[in-house]
């Protein structure tokens, strides 16, 4: 598979998502109409779609089928996106611009904004329920929601959000800004590649393999995020740049410098992909995440 093509990958999966997710969300129109069209406003906005992706990449590197877990990668998409909303309200990081277009309060106020992460978080747990076809086992449904609630959580992405707000402004340790990094995005990003592989019946061994690099990608994406945000612009980025310097941030280039960080991030990808080795073919397309996760500039 050397000529594997991620673009391609990428591509027919991400229409796979966006398809979905256009089903699943409550339309419009649906009373009450304004807390549906601020759910669809940030969630249609596009994005990477990352988690998701990586949740139907988790599946086939078992020898799942995409079909088997769209209703899961959606849900793993609208828990990511009510975390942008809430991370961007004014009582947070109080953010202008996000994925090249307004905030959510920006156009519906802080209340609806409130309500619209709210309300995507509730349904994502409702997608992940119906997802019972999906599963090798039904038993297997209350182990993917267990898991998607521990990485969202206050031991995952809520817990890491948290201590990145009471961080702001001091020095932290490297112990710190690792705890942060590890729960406020790699957690979920692990998690991603854990419940699609779940879902599609992985034997221990291979959960394991994709459990590592799962944690190693997380971790390289969060650090790379970092480094976007002292080198990109707000053209690539969709959001404001330089906001972790101008907040002063617990990061990693903060604490350990670019060209450390960079080498780190660089070191986590190689981990990654060593831990994949044993999947074989089938997790190319991980591997090939791996790297785009490195080189984005986005
Ligand atoms: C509010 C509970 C709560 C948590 C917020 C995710 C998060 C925690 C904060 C977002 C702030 C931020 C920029 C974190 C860095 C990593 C990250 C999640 C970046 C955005 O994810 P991408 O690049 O975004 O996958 P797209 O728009 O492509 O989906």
Redesign the pocket.
């Known amino acids: 598979m050397s000529d594997f093509d991620l673009k391609t990958y990428v591509n027919d999966r991400r229409r796979l998502v966006d398809e979905t997710l256009d089903r699943v969300l409550p339309p419009e129109d649906a009373p009450p109409p304004t807390v549906h069209r601020a759910m669809r406003y940030s969630v249609m906005a596009?994005?990477?779609?990352?988690?998701p992706i990586l949740v139907i990449a988790g599946c086939e590197a078992v020898g799942g089928m995409a079909e088997r877990v769209l209703p899961t990668a959606c849900a793993l998409e609208l828990i990511?996106?009510y975390?942008?909303i809430?991370?961007d309200l004014p009582a947070?990081?109080d953010d202008d611009y996000?994925?090249g277009r307004l905030t959510n309060h920006k156009v519906f106020g802080e209340a609806v904004a409130i309500l619209a992460g709210d309300a995507l978080l509730t349904h994502a747990f409702r997608l992940v329920a119906g997802n019972v076809d999906g599963a090798s086992d039904a038993r297997v449904i209350a182990d993917v929601v267990a898991e998607i609630a521990e990485a969202a959580g206050t031991d995952g992405?809520?817990g890491?959000?948290v201590v990145d707000i009471e961080s702001e402004g001091k020095t932290v340790s490297a112990e710190t800004l690792d705890y942060i990094h590890t729960r406020?995005?790699a957690a979920l990003i692990r998690a991603s590649l854990r419940v699609g592989a779940m879902l599609a019946g992985a034997k221990p061994d291979a959960l394991k393999a994709i459990t590592r690099a799962g944690e190693a990608l997380g971790l390289a994406?969060?650090i790379v995020?970092d480094i976007l945000d002292v080198e990109g612009s707000l053209e690539e980025l969709?959001?404001t740049a330089g906001s972790d310097q101008r907040k002063q941030k617990a990061t990693y280039p903060a604490l350990h410098g670019l060209e450390a960080s960079r080498r780190r991030a660089r070191q986590l990808i190689e981990d990654a992909k060593v831990a994949l080795v044993p999947l074989g073919p089938a997790a190319r397309p991980i591997a090939a995440l791996a790297d785009f996760i490195y080189e984005r500039r986005?």
């Open positions: 596009g994005g990477k779609r990352l988690r990511h996106t975390s942008l809430h991370d947070m990081d996000r994925r992405m809520v890491g959000q406020k995005t994406f969060q995020d969709g959001k986005s």
